[in-house]
């Protein structure tokens, strides 16, 4: 088992910055790549962005590419996402997750643990 706990959310103005954190205990944080989700009112779940198990690969929605960069400290159990230039439909219960691989990482059922997730509004 492995028990992911975000933290790092909250209110931010439009244009603002965040950085969420995922801190993971249980397993073997290494053995484990890692993504985070995030969903909004009345919509699906969608996939924000992904890094592998090193952290020598990344992968990024195209909504959020070049504003968020997803990192991972490994001596640490902890992975971040660093949000920048916030837009307020980035407003959204955010989800880290984990997975055992990078394959299929876009989809949420390919991955085996989640968090509890945390609340980011962004006001206009």
């Known amino acids: 088992q492995v028990q992911l706990v975000e933290s790092g959310g909250g209110l931010v103005q439009a244009g603002g910055s965040l950085r969420l954190s995922c801190r993971a205990s249980?397993?073997?944080?290494?053995?484990?790549?890692m993504g985070w989700f995030r969903q909004a009112p009345g919509k699906e779940r969608e996939f924000v962005s992904h890094?592998?198990?090193?952290?020598?690969?990344?992968f990024y929605a195209d909504s959020v590419k070049g504003r968020f960069t997803i990192s991972r400290d490994n001596a640490n159990d902890t992975t971040y996402l660093q949000m920048n230039r916030l837009k307020p439909e980035d407003t959204a219960v955010y989800y880290c997750?984990?997975?055992?691989?990078?394959?299929?990482?876009?989809?949420?059922?390919?991955?085996?643990?989640w968090g509890q997730g945390i609340q980011v509004t962004v006001s206009s």
């Open positions: 890094i592998s198990r090193g952290g020598g690969s990344t």
């Open positions: 997750a984990a997975s055992s691989s990078s394959l299929g990482y876009p989809y949420y059922d390919r991955y085996d643990y």
């Open positions: 249980g397993r073997t944080f290494s053995g484990y790549a």
